[in-house]
């Protein structure tokens, strides 16, 4: 079985490049994610036989209807808190890390929480100071 994480990692950048480009290779995911073309050939095989995706004739990835339902929530997940983060004062580069980091971790009812501090942010013309990025203080440095 394929890590949980690893498999959003898969499904999320199989949908976007679909959107994009129309189809997918399993030589595309590997240069995405910088995994050897073995390593994701075995992925993909499980998640094949796991039912998030299927091959046709020429070796196109085409995601299921389970495939696709992950993507599009790993996708809305990702994109939320990323544009959350730019609107509280992050980098764009710095929001799109965090985003990545966080969109494993949210359970719906998290999400759910965080959509809707989202949409609240955009109604009101609060501003927020940058937020800079740099070294995470020591435990020991942090008043609580």
Do not use: W
Request: glycine residues 4%; proline residues 4%.
């Amino acid at each position: 079985m394929i890590e949980q994480r690893r498999l959003e990692d898969y499904m999320r950048i199989i949908y976007l490049q679909k959107k994009e480009n129309g189809c997918v290779k399993s030589a595309t995911i590997s240069r995405i994610m910088h995994v050897s073309r073995p390593t994701v050939s075995v992925a993909l095989k499980r998640m094949a036989a796991d039912g998030y995706l299927v091959f046709d004739e020429n070796s196109f990835l085409h995601l299921t209807d389970k495939g696709e339902a992950l993507a599009k929530r790993m996708t809305l997940y990702h994109d939320t808190i990323q544009s959350l983060f730019v609107r509280l004062g992050m980098s764009a580069s710095d929001a799109e890390q965090e985003a990545h980091q966080l969109e494993h971790a949210l359970t719906p009812l998290g999400f759910e929480a965080l959509e809707r501090l989202h949409s609240a942010l955009l109604e009101t013309p609060l501003q927020f100071q940058p937020v800079e990025s740099g070294p995470v203080p020591e435990a020991s440095e942090l008043s609580v």
